[in-house]
């Protein structure tokens, strides 16, 4: 992974990825938001869905529904030079997915201590994910998406990773981290 600094555009991307993950927060979602960029232009959103009430789906996280939504758009872009926006780190399902599409750039605001994948060692994986050309980078406004974090584990009312090593260190974190 290439090292890369933070931009303008990637702020002002990752602040509509929060808009979403402000929006599934609303909705009992667990709150995270994703959009898939082209140079200036959003070309696929995705917010995560399926944890409202405690209903167990694993499938539908944000960025798999706005890869889902990118597939639409057609063959046209090239996706090396797009860049995925997201509110938490992407998990190895994910980050998987965005590698498989030919994503060129992960952006994440929030990491995901208990099963973030952007982080794994893959010397010793397939070549097609150890070869992949990717730059990842961490804490875009961070304490932003910690905030949303934060709200969500401290409602009684969002079951959805209770009690986990993820919300016990979420909790901990300061707020101005």
């Known amino acids: 992974m290439k090292p890369e600094t ?8 990752m602040t509509a990825a929060l808009d979403l993950a402000q ?4 909705d009992g ?4 938001g994703c959009v ?6 959003v070309v696929a959103r995705g917010q995560r869905t399926g944890t409202a009430a405690g209903s167990g789906n694993e499938i539908d996280h944000a960025e798999i529904n706005a890869l ?16 995925i926006y997201c509110t938490m780190e992407p998990c190895l399902m ?26 794994c060692d893959r010397s010793a994986w397939p070549p097609l994910y150890r070869d992949a050309q990717l730059t990842v980078i961490a804490g875009v406004l961070r304490a932003n998406s910690l905030v949303l974090f934060q709200r ?26």
Not at 6 to 13: E, Q, R
Not at 98 to 114: F, Q, T
């Open 36 to 41: 898939i960029a082209n140079s200036d232009t």
């Open 6 to 13: 933070v931009s303008v555009k990637d702020t002002i991307f």
């Open 68 to 83: 889902r939504r990118l597939c639409g758009t057609g063959p046209h872009l090239d996706r090396s030079k797009l860049t």
């Open 29 to 32: 979602e667990f709150p995270v």
């Open 152 to 177: 969500f584990f401290t409602d009684s009312g969002n079951p959805y990773w209770a009690d986990s090593l993820l919300s016990r260190y979420t909790l901990d974190q300061p707020v101005s981290a």
């Open 94 to 119: 994910c980050f998987s997915a965005v590698v498989l599409s030919g994503i060129g750039r992960i952006v994440y605001a929030y990491e995901d201590v208990m099963g973030g994948g952007t982080e």
């Open 23 to 26: 929006t599934a927060l609303a």
